[in-house]
């Protein structure tokens, strides 16, 4: 009986040695359609390897900020992670070219610029050991502030979020007058509650779940900057997956990608309109009032040019979005 169990015991052992656990972290909130839809990839890759490949997410920025995420991708203690553009500059830096404040008018012109970018940010992302498993446009940004604005000017004795460990970008917003406070993504709503911050830039639907809106209860009508979202999974993890499986799951993650595109854009109006019932003013804008955040971004992205953006990718952006 002993020798059986010992048996059943190896032969159990074996084949859950075989069986590959990915663990994936991300800053999106569970009950969050971003969330669901790691959720929903997980389930499909589950099924498409035959249960040989199973994902554990992570999720809420419980295991860190996105640059902390990409930090334990290198040490083995994470294998993926969904960022956004913010986490993929620290594994390829010229996703820095899509931060610029207004220049992006619309869905067109951002999949122009990424299209043409995206075969060297993938070789980039590879070199440095992680595979880009999808990439598209989670949304735009626009600002949520304690007190009404309505002119660029409004923010000057404001406390402005920025990126921690992006301090290149916090330096241009110093360098145009205005106070900000590096802090992790994890820290927003503590950071609003106590004082330390009046106003950040975020995408509606992260408002939301965070609650961030219930503090920074104005939201400036104006598309201020956008936002995209990329899986990345550790190389070394990709590749001890059976190659035979690798063409399905890169099936998965492109359909992912068409579903997020549209599943984003009413996702934005969906949580405008919920923010609004909770208390959300919404302010609009006149064509003056707009004219001058056109000013204030024409004087601040020169500066970007060489400082946080490569001169020759600077240069690059622009002549692609002009042809």
Same mark, same amino acid.
């Given at each position: 009986?002993?020798?059986?169990?010992?048996?059943?015991?190896?032969?159990?052992?074996?084949?859950?040695?075989?069986?590959?656990?990915?663990?994936?972290?991300?800053?999106?909130?569970?009950?969050?359609?971003?969330?669901?839809?790691?959720?929903?990839?997980?389930?499909?890759?589950?099924?498409?390897?035959?249960?040989?490949?199973?994902?554990?997410?992570?999720?809420?920025?419980?295991?860190?900020?996105?640059?902390?995420?990409?930090?334990?991708?290198?040490?083995?203690?994470?294998?993926?992670?969904?960022?956004?553009?913010?986490?993929?500059?620290?594994?390829?830096?010229?996703?820095?070219?899509?931060?610029?404040?207004?220049?992006?008018?619309?869905?067109?012109?951002?999949?122009?610029?990424?299209?043409?970018?995206?075969?060297?940010?993938?070789?980039?992302?590879?070199?440095?050991?992680?595979?880009?498993?999808?990439?598209?446009?989670?949304?735009?940004?626009?600002?949520?502030?304690?007190?009404?604005?309505?002119?660029?000017?409004?923010?000057?004795?404001?406390?402005?979020?920025?990126?921690?460990?992006?301090?290149?970008?916090?330096?241009?917003?110093?360098?145009?007058?205005?106070?900000?406070?590096?802090?992790?993504?994890?820290?927003?709503?503590?950071?609003?509650?106590?004082?330390?911050?009046?106003?950040?830039?975020?995408?509606?639907?992260?408002?939301?779940?965070?609650?961030?809106?219930?503090?920074?209860?104005?939201?400036?009508?104006?598309?201020?900057?956008?936002?995209? #979202?990329?899986?990345? =999974?550790?190389?070394?993890?990709?590749?001890? &997956? /059976? $190659?035979?499986?690798?063409? !399905?799951?890169? %099936? *998965?993650?492109?359909?992912?990608?068409?579903?997020?595109?549209?599943?984003?854009?009413?996702?934005?109006?969906?949580?405008?309109?919920?923010?609004?019932?909770?208390?959300?003013?919404?302010?609009?804008?006149?064509?003056?009032?707009?004219?001058?955040?056109?000013?204030? #971004?024409?004087?601040? =992205?020169?500066?970007?040019?060489?400082?946080? &953006? /490569? $001169?020759?990718?600077?240069? !690059?952006?622009? %002549? *692609?979005?002009?042809?």
């Amino acid at each position: 009986m002993k020798k059986t169990f010992l048996l059943f015991f190896i032969i159990f052992s074996l084949l859950e040695a075989k069986k590959i656990t990915v663990k994936f972290a991300s800053l999106a909130p569970e009950g969050t359609v971003w969330n669901d839809m790691l959720i929903e990839m997980k389930q499909e890759w589950q099924t498409a390897t035959e249960n040989k490949v199973r994902i554990k997410i992570y999720p809420g920025g419980i295991l860190g900020d996105e640059r902390d995420m990409v930090r334990n991708m290198r040490i083995g203690r994470l294998h993926g992670a969904g960022l956004t553009t913010e986490g993929l500059t620290e594994l390829a830096p010229d996703f820095s070219a899509f931060f610029l404040p207004m220049v992006y008018k619309n869905e067109d012109d951002i999949y122009k610029v990424l299209n043409e970018l995206l075969p060297d940010l993938e070789k980039t992302i590879e070199s440095r050991g992680a595979k880009l498993l999808y990439i598209a446009n989670l949304g735009w940004a626009y600002w949520f502030t304690k007190e009404i604005i309505k002119r660029p000017d409004d923010l000057l004795d404001k406390r402005i979020f920025t990126w921690a460990g992006n301090y290149r970008y916090a330096e241009i917003y110093k360098r145009a007058g205005y106070s900000v406070v590096p802090l992790a993504g994890t820290e927003i709503l503590s950071s609003l509650q106590t004082g330390m911050v009046d106003a950040i830039t975020t995408m509606p639907l992260y408002a939301l779940a965070g609650q961030s809106f219930g503090i920074a209860n104005n939201m400036l009508d104006l598309k201020w900057g956008f936002l995209l #979202a990329g899986i990345v =999974i550790d190389l070394n993890t990709w590749n001890s &997956i /059976p $190659e035979k499986y690798h063409t !399905r799951l890169m %099936e *998965i993650s492109n359909n992912m990608q068409k579903k997020s595109m549209e599943m984003n854009r009413k996702a934005e109006l969906d949580a405008i309109n919920a923010m609004k019932s909770y208390g959300l003013k919404v302010q609009t804008l006149n064509q003056e009032e707009i004219d001058a955040w056109e000013k204030r #971004a024409e004087e601040i =992205i020169p500066i970007l040019r060489g400082y946080t &953006i /490569p $001169e020759n990718l600077f240069d !690059r952006v622009f %002549e *692609i979005l002009k042809n």
